[in-house]
């Protein structure tokens, strides 16, 4: 089993920036791949980016060049940075770790609005 939090969302305006953290507990997490997925009002839950266990990193073509994955493992925390970012980037965002089984964080509001 794995509890995750996130946290790190909030109100930007457009062009602004927004780093998330996703808290890992419960489980070593280094043996885990990785992802941010996001969830607009009406929509379904689409991938946003993905980190394995090697690092190997892959992105969303709307977030490509924008955000950045990234993990360490000693503090078993993984990492969003938004820059750049557009209304339509408005969401709640998940942290998902995943291997055999896949786990889901409570989620964190990130809203992009002047």
């Known amino acids: 089993q794995v509890q995750l939090v996130e946290s790190g969302g909030g109100l930007v305006q457009p062009g602004g920036s927004l780093r998330l953290s996703c808290v890992a507990s419960g489980s070593i997490f280094s043996i885990y791949h990785m992802g941010w997925y996001r969830q607009a009002p009406g929509k379904q839950r689409e991938l946003v980016a993905r980190m394995s266990t090697s690092g190997d990193t892959n992105y969303a073509d709307f977030v490509k060049g924008r955000f950045t994955i990234s993990r360490d493992n000693a503090k078993r925390t993984m990492y969003l940075q938004m820059n750049s970012l557009k209304p339509e980037d408005t969401a709640v965002y998940y942290c998902?770790?995943?291997?055999?089984?896949?786990?889901w964080g409570q989620g964190t509001q990130v809203t992009v609005s002047s």
């Open positions: 998902n770790a995943n291997r055999v089984n896949s786990f």
